[in-house]
């Protein structure tokens, strides 16, 4: 059974720092894209970053040259670096493993989800 748990969500100030966690087990992490998400109230599930098992990375428009995803295979953990935060970067963020070793924007590309963790940017 492979299990994604989040954490180091919270509430900060805009032009603060956080940092992501996610935790797996279940199957062999370094084998596997893996990607963050997020979704607003009212709003769609929404593409943040991606990782290759090799490391090729992807962001979003909206967070490209702010937030950096990184992974440690020794750790089984996939890691979301956001800095200068912005309060239309309040979301629940989630955590997805890929079905293949790519790194995807696309949704339907990922077999796994984590709860997801809250970031909160206030003004």
């Known amino acids: 059974q492979v299990q994604l748990i989040e954490s180091g969500g919270g509430l900060v100030q805009a032009g603060d720092s956080l940092r992501l966690s996610c935790t797996t087990s ?13 979704q607003a109230p009212g ?11 090799r490391n090729s990375t992807y962001y979003g428009d909206s967070v490209q040259g702010r937030f950096t995803i990184s992974r440690d295979n020794a750790k089984n953990t996939l890691y979301l670096q956001m800095n200068s935060l912005k309060p239309e970067d309040t979301a629940v963020y989630h955590c997805a ?16 989800w984590g709860q997801g963790t809250q970031v909160t940017v206030s003004s």
């Open 26 to 38: 279940g199957r062999t992490f370094r084998n596997y894209g893996m990607g963050w998400f997020r």
């Open 97 to 112: 493993a890929g079905s293949t070793s790519r790194a995807s924007r696309v949704l339907g590309d990922y077999a796994y």
């Open 43 to 53: 709003k769609e599930r929404e593409f943040v970053a991606a990782i290759s098992w």
